[in-house]
């Protein structure tokens, strides 16, 4: 019996994924969702373009440093000083790779680039040269390969393999292939360039058209030995590839596809988890693999089913991608130890410290509540994890007042740094813009409000409210999370962290 195809996951989370609106995240979050994906079992990590911005730069050469497991990969494009600076960013990973690209399609070459087929294919040799003198692992990307030519990609990868390249990547940019295509394409190289044994054939698929997932199954089916994509499917436009839906497509369906990857699938719950707090971006509930209702048997039949046989209707256990049997936890009666072992069972490894602030927090929310739910848990952690013992703003009180014929007004009692409190009321058109109001007053920012959502933790109507405000701020977009039993007070929190963020400079 033949071993089973091991396909390479290629995650771009920090690169592809941070680089869409919403999904910002700075030197601290990129470093917690680096150590995730580590534990997660990718196989290479694309941690950023480093000579996007100096927090790219930055960004890589910390991941670089500090993240042992996977190959960690910088994205360079085809010029000297781009690779070279990928170069300084990747250098001291254990297993560095540098992915230089550059686009290929008639589209790109004659409108973005204004360059021959002659010139692409002799700036793409000189990129993987260039980059070839650093490193021994290089990728190549034709960008929008997808719509580029056949004669002229069979042309570029094959110049780009003699060249060095280890990995020639084939992306779908703009989400346009469907699968059929996209299978024939991967196809189409390995039986017409000559060299193509000699590097890893990669799919790289946008979701503009909802074909990412399928698209890249396609790309495996036809001879492709890795897959890029990212958590939760973030990414340009309508995203990339979702890791956790295409891992569990090749597990679930072993039987077709006859590939294994590396993934330890009992993380992806918690990973997909971490990225939703880090980036204040949620899944939607009906969210394949790890959305809220991806487990959930509603019809009566199929309840029934579920009791009488699992598999009549489930076809993937939800242990097996990382979410836990029970969703009712702890009560007031329950000690530090229990919360640390529920934490961790929740993808949650706490520090002392950190467990003893969630600890008084949990014990808080008995006193309110008389079921602490996993919903709780979770948003009382990551609400922790978000604060930076830096914060500038601490709230020490606040009271709001409003109803029917009177104008509402919100006061605030803020701490700045060690000691100073200061306090201010303002009135508003609801109590929340009565509380923004405030803010301002005492803080100097102007804090423009873009987004706004509040989410329920969990069930009943004492459950708490998870608030996600999104603040423009002098032309740059800052997140802020708040959770508590009164989503007044959860909005205040977000609007604090927000304010936090600016005068940290993080975003
Ligand atoms: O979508 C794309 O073409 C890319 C390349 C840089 C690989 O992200
Ligand atoms: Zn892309």
Redesign the pocket.
Known sequence: MSSPRRVLIFD?TL??GEQSPGCSMNLAEKLEMAGALAELGVDIMEAGFPIASPGDFEAVREISRTIRGPVICG?ARCNDADIDRAWEALQHAIRPRI?V?L?TSAIHREFKLRMTTDEIVARAVAGVQRAKRHCDDIEF?P???ARTEHDFLCRVVEAAIDAGATTV?I????GYATPQQMGATIAMLRNRVPNIDRAVISV?C?NDLGLAVANSLSGVENGAGQI?CTINGI??RAG?CALEEVVMALRTRHDFYGCETAVNTRRLVPTSRLLSSITGMQVQRNKAIVGRNAFAHEAGIHQDGMLKERRTYEIMAPEDVGFQKTDLVLGKHSGRAALADRARALGFELTGDQLQRVFDDFKRLCDKKKEVYDGDLIAMIEGRLSESPRDEWQLIAFEVASGSGRRPMARLTLRRGAQEVTEESADGDGPIDAAFLAAERITGLKLHCKDFQVRSTSLGHDAQADVTLEIEHEGKTYRGRGVSTDSVEATVKALLNAANRIASGAV
């Open positions: 771009t690169r592809d994205l992915h690209f686009a990307s960008e929008d390969a990547n992306p779908d940019t703009v790289h946008h890029e990414g340009e990339n």
